[in-house]
């Protein structure tokens, strides 16, 4: 296992077991403390745990090495377990809503006031949390641990939209009951849109759309480097897992025979693998200059 993959795994693992004790203490803080904003906060919770091990099942699978039928490996495997996780999402803020809506129909007793010292607890927990995935997913090039790691941050607004809510109807009294289910409301609606955000690049990769310009230019400044290359032309890019799958074109001098452009070749790819780790299949295409 690389330590790419380590890091990713650690990382999910961190989210299974977080997510499984917020999830029992929020169900049971929700249920004592006469909080419905809480409980609809602990089934949010209950879906990211299934969520998590689903990005730790895609990114052990992504992580697969070539084959005879997967000759460019396995990685596309990770976009679409981030699908999935967005249909967690979506799913937990459909629930969230209607019970929500429910809730504010039927006439309740107020929250007790102890569990906004729970939810705050959480509040600091979730976005701890957040920073920590996120910062693992920057590092691996994980859509899916990205997925992962918004699930904690739509974790914390709930939290925080339950912690406004509770606060509200402790404040104003009797006939603001229903103020935590307001914001469970509101909640669900940022749930709704975070999913549209992490499920637009993962269409991306799965559609191989053009949105590498940084590492194209990297690529180009680190291919001039190679002695004997002049310059490049076309140059495209496809995320797969945590690697970017390389198609490149090479300007080399006319007059060179056709062994030395093929190790020319040999020496592109292997000096842009070393200097850019995250990149996998490499292919050099030879072009003559026009001098």
């Known amino acids: 296992m690389s330590k790419q993959q380590q890091a990713a795994v650690e990382a999910t693992y961190f989210s299974i077991i977080g997510n499984t004790c917020l999830a029992i203490i929020k169900g049971l803080a929700g249920f004592f403390g006469n909080s419905y904003a809480l409980i609809a906060d602990g089934i949010e919770s209950t879906t990211d745990i299934f969520a998590s091990l689903l990005v730790l099942f895609g990114i052990k699978y992504s992580n697969r090495p070539a084959d005879e039928n997967h000759p460019y490996g396995h990685g596309r495997a990770e976009p679409l377990i981030t699908f999935l996780v967005v249909g967690f999402l979506i799913t937990s803020a459909t629930v969230i809503a209607y019970e929500s809506i429910a809730n504010i129909q039927a006439p309740h007793d107020l929250p007790k006031s102890w569990t906004l010292f729970v939810l705050g607890a959480i509040i600091i927990w979730k976005e701890y949390s957040f920073q920590k995935v996120m910062k693992r997913s920057i590092e691996t090039n994980s859509s899916s641990l990205k997925a992962d790691a918004w699930h904690h941050r739509s974790d914390a607004i709930t939290s925080v939209a339950a912690f406004i809510g509770i606060s509200i ?37 799965i559609m191989d759309e053009h949105l590498y310009d940084d590492l194209i230019e990297h690529i180009r400044k680190e291919a001039v480097k190679v002695d004997g290359i002049m310059g ?15 198609d490149l074109h090479a300007i080399v001098k006319a007059e060179i025979s056709v062994k030395q452009g093929h190790q020319l070749a040999h020496i592109l790819k292997d000096t842009l693998r070393k200097e850019i780790p995250e990149l996998g299949h490499v292919l050099i295409h030879i072009e003559p200059d026009d001098e």
């Open 232 to 246: 490049t032309e076309k140059c495209f890019i496809r995320k797969s897992g945590m690697k970017y799958h390389v």
């Open 169 to 205: 109807a402790l404040i104003l009294g009797k006939g603001y009951e229903s103020a935590d289910d307001w914001a469970a409301l509101f909640a669900s609606c940022f749930i709704f849109y975070n999913s549209y955000l992490i499920f637009r690049p993962a269409l991306g990769e």
